[in-house]
Every structure is written in structure tokens, then in C-alpha cells.
């Protein structure tokens, strides 16, 4: 396999690296483009600086992809400084198949951001995030998948998962706990677990909420269940098992700042969203759609970086 740095365009923009070693840039403006035949479902993890446990993840990536050949998976590393894209890229240029591709932004943009870039390059009828180490194991995309066809969108509950959940400090429970509370009183929404890093969306579905979403930091989850109780979005909830691994890793929120920050944001997806409504115009279905008219096979360029707005 080439180094993944070599040829790379001056710029901003979004380095592609598929398995089999295949790289490619995806043309300007073209929020659909994959390199892959048609699956099912699209699997976005997002990664940033996870050079400590790649190794980990990635044996468990290939063996979902391995085993469920009618599904994509999509890692979108987050402008990572240390080895986390060279280590993804060197394990697919070992794997004889192109499930598996590595988006890279040149600089870190933030989970909700690495998100839109994955749902930017599924082809998928249906799409799912989860978090890049796996906090929550690839075996929940079979119940999302089971899900989604009755639903618009399916989203992991670690309140549903009862006692699995005694592996979490009790501080980040507390701040869970508390702060989904404050998300339904202000937001309206019913849903006890608003934050866990594992959702699933039809393709339209996700390119209406994501079309509208405005909140950029940790408390970005709650705005899409907002936005799809204001689009009339049938939502259901999965169990959602945290991995015994997880336990062990450092959490980098702030536990003073970052949930006083959160609480601003909700209140200012209120604020937002009262008297906007429902069914706004969707750039990203219509990028698409104007992409089917173009043949881009063989193109050589950067991936646009524009918000999805």
C-alpha cells in the first residue's frame, strides 16, 4: 500500500482510503459518493486519536465486515495528530475486499461534523453511527437494522440495558442521568437516553435531520431527536450495552464546563427551532441528485467541506 500522505491535495478537504488499498478523492460537491457496490447499511465511526486501541478496533471492523457482507463501514478520522489514520490505513491494505474506507479530515471539525461527512459518502438506504472505540458493539446494528424497518429512526437506550450498565463510573452516570432529564423537561422529548453514541436513520431520514442541524458540540444527539419529534419521525429504542472495554478508557469531557455548555445548547435548540418548520429543503438529497447525472469514475479531486445547511 502507498503512504497515505502521498499525493495529497493542498487544502482543505477529505482524504479517502478504501480497503484493498484503493485511494481516491471524492469530487467536489458530491455528497454521495462511495467506491462500493449496494448494501444495506452504512456504519459511521467517527475516530480521533484512538492510536492506543486502533489496533482493537480494527480487528473487530474487519470481522463485522467479514461476516455481514451487505454492510459498509465507514471511518471517518477526525483530523487525528498521532498514528490512528496510518495504522487504519496499513490494516485495510491487508483486506481483500472494499467494505471498509477511511475518510480523514486534514484538521479535527468534532464528532457531529466527522458524522456528516460519512453521511456525505453513504450510498446506503440506511445509516448508523456509533462511537469509533466501539463503546457500543457492532452486534447492536443487527437490533437498528431490525428497527429501522418500522421506524425513521432507531437509537441505542442504556437505560433499556439495566444492569449490563454497572461498568460506568458513577460520576458519568450521574451527568447522564441528569442531563437527559434536563434534555426532556426542556426539549419535550421522551426519550431517558438522548447521548448514546448509537443511532440509526433511513437515508431520508438522516438527510432531513442532518440537513438542519445547527448544534455542533456534545450536545448535538439531542437536537436530532428534537428535529425528529418536530418532523413527526417515528423513533424507537434498542438496548444499548456498553463494552466491559469501555470502563477503562479516560473520558475527555470537561465534567465543570462541558455540561454547562450542553445545558446552553439545548436551550438554544428551543430557541431554535419554536417557530421554524417542519420538511426544510434538503442539500444533501439534492447533491445527490444531481450526481446521477454525472459519470465521475477516475476523478482526482478534494471533497467539499461546506456544513450540510
Not at 34 to 49: E, F, Q, R, S, W
Not at 108 to 136: F, M, W
Not at 274 to 302: F, L, Q, W, Y
Request: one cysteine or more; hydrophobic letters at 40%; charged letters at 25%.
Amino acid at each position: 500500500m502507498k503512504n497515505m500522505d502521498e499525493g495529497a491535495a493542498e487544502g482543505p478537504g477529505i482524504l479517502v482510503t478504501s480497503s484493498r488499498g484503493i485511494r481516491t478523492h471524492a469530487p467536489p460537491g458530491i455528497t454521495g459518493y462511495a467506491g462500493n457496490a449496494m448494501a444495506t447499511i452504512t456504519i459511521i465511526l467517527p475516530v480521533y486519536n484512538e492510536a492506543w486501541l486502533i489496533g482493537s478496533v480494527m480487528t473487530r471492523v474487519i470481522e463485522h465486515a467479514e461476516s455481514h457482507p451487505d454492510q459498509h463501514i465507514l471511518i471517518v478520522d477526525d483530523g487525528s495528530t498521532d498514528r490512528t489514520p496510518e495504522l487504519v490505513g496499513e490494516r485495510l491494505g491487508r483486506v481483500d475486499h472494499d467494505r471498509i474506507t477511511l475518510l480523514r479530515h486534514e484538521r479535527n471539525q468534532g464528532k457531529a461534523e466527522a458524522i456528516i461527512t460519512g453521511l456525505r459518502h453513504s450510498t446506503d438506504p440506511l445509516v448508523c453511527y456509533t462511537d469509533g472505540d466501539l463503546a457500543y458493539s457492532l452486534d447492536h446494528v443487527d437490533q437498528l437494522l431490525e428497527a429501522l424497518q418500522d421506524a425513521d429512526v432507531a437509537i441505542g437506550s442504556r437505560a433499556l440495558a439495566g444492569a449490563s450498565q454497572r461498568n460506568i463510573s458513577w460520576h458519568r452516570r450521574l451527568f447522564g442521568e441528569t442531563f437527559n432529564l434536563l434534555v426532556r423537561l426542556i426539549l419535550g422529548i421522551p426519550h431517558r437516553d438522548t447521548q448514546a453514541g448509537l443511532k440509526g436513520f433511513t437515508f431520508e431520514a438522516a438527510t432531513r435531520l442532518f440537513s438542519r442541524l445547527k448544534t455542533r458540540n456534545f450536545a448535538f444527539d439531542a437536537e436530532l431527536l428534537y428535529l425528529a419529534r418536530k418532523e413527526q419521525m417515528r423513533v424507537v429504542e434498542i438496548p444499548a450495552h456498553v463494552s466491559v472495554r469501555h470502563s477503562y478508557k479516560v473520558s475527555t469531557m470537561n465534567m465543570f464546563r462541558d455540561p454547562l455548555t450542553m445545558l446552553w445548547s439545548v436551550c438554544k435548540v428551543r430557541a431554535r427551532h419554536a417557530v421554524r418548520k417542519p420538511s426544510e429543503s434538503n442539500t444533501i438529497v439534492e447533491s445527490k441528485a444531481c450526481a446521477a447525472h454525472a459519470d465521475h469514475e477516475g476523478m482526482v479531486t478534494m471533497a467539499s467541506e461546506e456544513p450540510i445547511s
